[in-house]
């Protein structure tokens, strides 16, 4: 597996050691910080925060992609996302990602400087394939959902959990490989809370080095989700204890990538393990 993941501009991203991807939503209904940092100047001060707490990637998001969220316009999302970008990289080299599944809000945001399309349709969307193929040097994360977010989460069912998870990703592999986007410039997510019910949860965060299989960077997004909440009966804001410990189970079960909310508290957390990972005393 490649510990390098290369990006726009000639630059590289190490993943010798799990890196920190910090949530920056610029969206009215997100289920944690919705309506916060719409404002681009209010998103480049998160950003930069996020930035000094310790993370190496940015991802921002202009869609809500909880349980029953509504669809939001492709003007819409281009109005929310388009000038935190353009914000953040006119003040910043940082790693940009942008988290959507539409193809025009993909090629906007690559042209005002992403770094990183992480697509929770895994470019299943129209013309999403065809948007990555023509930037060689962007990276792609693919994740897996079963279903849509309006109905994600009303009866998913597996007979076979990892075999249904790991085929999808083979397809999608596949599929991009086929539409001229190299294998190198994936990452893999198997979607926590995506069509998954509590069990299927920690089943995936128990055996998460399965999906090394592929030989990709894993991304591990679970941080305040409700599969937390509901384990422990915690309201979202009750839920970083919850969210350090999975940030910590997927570091050590192979994620690469870890997505937080809470990124120094996640930082500190990567940093003992790290430390005790390599054998550091002093």
């Known amino acids: 597996m490649t510990n390098e993941l290369k990006l726009p501009r000639g630059r590289k991203l190490s993943l010798e050691t799990p890196v920190i991807m910090g949530i920056l939503n610029v969206t009215p ?25 310790g993370a190496q990637i940015i991802d921002i998001g202009g869609e809500s992609t909880r349980p029953g969220a509504p669809d939001v316009s492709l003007e819409d999302e281009l109005a929310r996302v388009i000038p935190a970008i353009k914000v953040i990289r006119e003040h910043s080299d940082c790693i940009i990602s942008i ?21 929770v349709r895994a470019l299943q969307g129209e013309g999403a394939l065809e948007v990555v193929a023509k930037h060689s040097d962007v990276a792609i994360c693919l994740m897996h959902m079963q279903g849509q977010p309006r109905s994600m989460q009303s009866a998913p069912h597996y007979d076979d959990l990892f075999s249904e998870i790991n085929t999808f990703f083979t397809q999608r592999i596949n599929a991009c490989e086929t539409a001229g986007i190299k294998r ?35 991304l591990a997004g679970l941080s305040r989700k409700s599969m937390i909440g509901n384990l422990l009966n915690r309201d979202t804001s009750e839920r970083l204890a919850g969210s ?28 003992v393990y790290q430390a005790c990972d390599k054998g550091i005393t002093q």
């Open 99 to 119: 988290d959507t599944s539409k193809a025009m809000v993909m090629e906007q945001a690559l042209l005002a400087g992403a770094d990183i399309i992480n697509d």
């Open 184 to 218: 190198e410039q994936l990452i893999l997510d198997p979607g926590f809370g995506f069509g998954k019910t509590l069990s299927h949860n920690y089943q995936i965060l128990a055996q998460f080095n399965d999906f090394n299989q592929f030989g990709l960077p894993l």
């Open 29 to 53: 209904d997100s289920f944690s910080d919705g309506g916060q940092f719409i404002d681009p100047v209010a998103a480049l001060n998160q950003a930069m925060q996020l930035l000094n707490d």
């Open 244 to 271: 350090l410990a999975g940030a910590l189970i997927a570091a050590q079960n192979g994620a690469k990538i870890i997505r937080v909310h809470d990124v120094k508290e996640t930082a500190d957390v990567l940093g």
